[in-house]
């Protein structure tokens, strides 16, 4: 019978986030499609609070405490893995793909003479198999994947499972002996500088991706250029709406281009084919064209708006359910102005 495990660090306040409940719903109904023996992993300096959900959810739990297991490092948390997995004896193990499993992933199946997919969007249990799904080529195809080999390790993408939300139990599950020498602390975290979660503008959980293009720092009617204004109405905008901001290629690329630019965007921001397809429910695009290089990143955002000054632009074409044929700067004032309200 297969064994999928689910693994995850436990986080600094002893839980598992967002993107971790999410592929434990994904592990957890895998396992029950597959009639399959269903186990979690957790690490972490205090794994009480994650033991407990992954219990409440019918997992057999395995636990690895560590302090040095608080912040991640390569060594520790690979080494955690793999005797996690040991211990589960697991076919399949599934994680969320965020930075610390997907840094240690393809390394753990490398030991334990696996194979590993990143960011899956799918799971299920088709004929007798586990079989996966992913987007290839910039998101416009997607592939299912089945593999023979074992332990499968799989990470799945943010925003693509509901989260696990039942009710956590106290069981403590099985302690794993990991044995952590010198070896594996050669690296050190000395502190975190991380902006406060107010200052962080990319916010994946958001309900609504704002999207601002180049037009915001183009002449408007009045024959000049007004960036610093674009940028208070978009922070306070994004402010008030907790909205998560993204760009279109044109607005990054300036500031490379000693242009004047809006300070707060990086190309983290940048949506399209050469980046991100972030995944929200709600889409709103400011001053942005609309081309076809940009809107292939919004692939997977399901209500489309748009607000631009051209009534043939992009969005015009198919490509937004609402375009608004308007000045961008008094319509997010006036939406601002309500929000407040
Ligand atoms: C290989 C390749 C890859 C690319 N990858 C990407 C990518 O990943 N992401 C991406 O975004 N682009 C990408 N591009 C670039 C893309 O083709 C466009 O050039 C870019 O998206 C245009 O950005 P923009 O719409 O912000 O700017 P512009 O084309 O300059 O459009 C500005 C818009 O603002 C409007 N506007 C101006 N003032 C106002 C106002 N006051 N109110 C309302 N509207 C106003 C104008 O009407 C105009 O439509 C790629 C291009 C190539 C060739």
């Known amino acids: ?13 002893g839980g598992l986030d967002r993107p971790a409940l999410e592929a434990l719903a994904a592990a957890k109904t895998l396992a029950e499609s597959a009639s399959a023996e269903f186990k979690v992993g957790v690490f972490g300096a205090d794994v009480q609070t994650a033991a407990g959900i992954a219990a409440g959810a019918g997992a057999e739990v395995f636990t690895i405490q560590n302090p040095e297991l608080a912040a991640p490092r390569y060594a520790t948390d690979a080494a955690a ?29 490398q030991r334990l003479g696996g194979k590993a997919d990143t960011q899956l969007t799918g799971l299920s249990f088709e004929n ?11 998101q416009r195809m997607v592939g299912k994947i089945a593999r023979q080999a074992a332990p499968w390790i799989v990470t799945v993408a943010p925003g693509c499972f509901e989260p696990y939300t039942g009710q956590a139990s106290d069981a403590a599950g099985a302690a794993v002996d990991l044995t952590i020498g010198e070896n594996l602390l050669r690296t050190k975290t000395l502190r975190v500088d991380a902006p ?26 009045d024959g000049a250029s007004h960036v610093p204004e ?112």
């Open 1 to 13: 019978m297969t064994k999928i495990l689910f693994v995850a660090p436990a986080q600094s306040d």
């Open 81 to 109: 893995m793999e005797a996690l997995c040991k211990a589960a004896g697991a076919d399949v193990v599934v994680a969320a793909a965020d930075s610390r499993m997907s840094r240690i992933a393809a390394g753990v199946a």
């Open 128 to 138: 007798g198999k586990v079989v996966a799904a992913r987007w290839f080529y910039r």
């Open 196 to 221: 406060s979660s107010e200052e962080q503008t990319i916010r994946p959980d958001a309900e609504l991706l704002f999207v601002a293009g180049a037009g915001w720092t183009k002449k408007q009617a």
């Open 230 to 341: 674009a940028g208070e109405i978009i922070l306070e905008f994004l402010d008030k709406a907790k909205a998560s901001l993204g760009s279109s290629k044109s607005l990054v690329d300036m500031g490379g281009e000693g242009q004047d630019v809006l300070p707060f965007l990086t190309h983290m921001h940048q949506v399209g084919q050469t980046g991100a397809t972030p995944r929200h429910p709600k889409g709103l695009a400011t001053c942005c064209h609309g081309e076809e290089p940009h809107v292939v990143g919004w692939r997977f955002i399901n209500e489309r708006r748009a607000v631009n000054l051209d009534a043939g632009c992009g969005w015009a074409q198919g490509k937004a359910d609402v375009l608004y044929v308007a000045d961008a700067f008094a319509v997010m004032r006036k939406v601002s102005e309500l929000l407040a309200k």
